[in-house]
């Protein structure tokens, strides 16, 4: 079993569509990441957390550290949402383990 | 520009063929990681650096593999013999190191692609 699991793998959703990624891990871990990762490589940091809530415009990311638990929500979803969403927990010892991605895609 | 640079951004060599991969990261980031992410897949980590000392190595690497930082700025990963299996991209991060020895918010580059043939 993965370290780190995300769901769904896949999303398909329409404009303006609020979305949720679920990401779930199995060890201790010092801080939680998720990553946007657009086609072509590039891979941007949204969020870091250790615990509790954090938002930037539409976007969301709470954690749960007793269930081991984080979600990313995007309100209002947009076509420019379209992306991989990663998640990425670092690990008592500083090494980050990523999940597999969820890869989103927003219709107009 | 102070973000996190790589190059080359593509690179094509035959089997058995050496390469090298650079990563300039961010000045004042003491920490850089180098992941391999194949496609479909997420990164996978390779190794990490803290200022010029090389702190983890995954299993990952073989002996056909190897990364520097000899100054604690920049960083090279080489690969000796290449192999159609090592076709990937190679994404270099750099982070800034915060209280209690955890990891800051991570900056990537843009990765450098290599296709063996």
């Known amino acids: 079993k993965n370290e780190v699991e995300q769901s769904p793998q896949n999303l398909t959703a329409q404009e303006g569509e609020f979305i949720t990624i679920n990401c779930s891990y199995s060890?201790?871990?010092?801080?939680l990441h998720w990553l946007q990762q657009h086609p072509g490589g590039g891979i941007v940091s949204l969020f870091m957390l250790s615990s509790g809530k954090k938002k930037h415009g539409r976007l969301i990311a709470t954690i749960n550290i007793q269930e081991k638990h984080s979600s990313l929500h995007i309100t209002a979803s947009h076509p420019r949402d379209s992306a991989v969403y990663i998640c990425a927990v670092g690990k008592y010892g500083n090494k980050l383990v990523f999940g597999a991605g969820t890869i989103l895609r927003v219709k107009s | 520009d102070t973000g996190v640079s790589q190059n080359p951004r593509h690179k094509i060599t035959k089997r058995g063929q050496n390469v090298t991969f650079r990563c300039d990261p961010i000045s004042e980031h003491n920490r850089l990681y180098w992941y391999r992410q194949t496609l479909g897949q997420g990164p996978e980590f390779l190794t990490y650096?803290?200022?010029?000392?090389?702190?983890?190595k995954s299993r990952l690497l073989s002996d056909r593999f190897s990364a520097e930082r000899p100054k604690g700025s920049f960083s090279t990963l080489e690969i000796q013999r290449t192999e159609q299996g090592d076709s990937a991209m190679y994404l270099c991060?750099?982070?800034?190191?915060?209280?209690?020895?955890?990891?800051?918010?991570?900056?990537f580059g843009e990765g450098s692609r290599l296709t063996v043939l």
């Open positions: 060890v201790g871990i010092s801080a």
């Open positions: 991060a750099s982070s800034p190191r915060l209280a209690g020895s955890n990891t800051g918010e991570l900056f």
């Open positions: 650096f803290q200022n010029e000392a090389q702190l983890e």
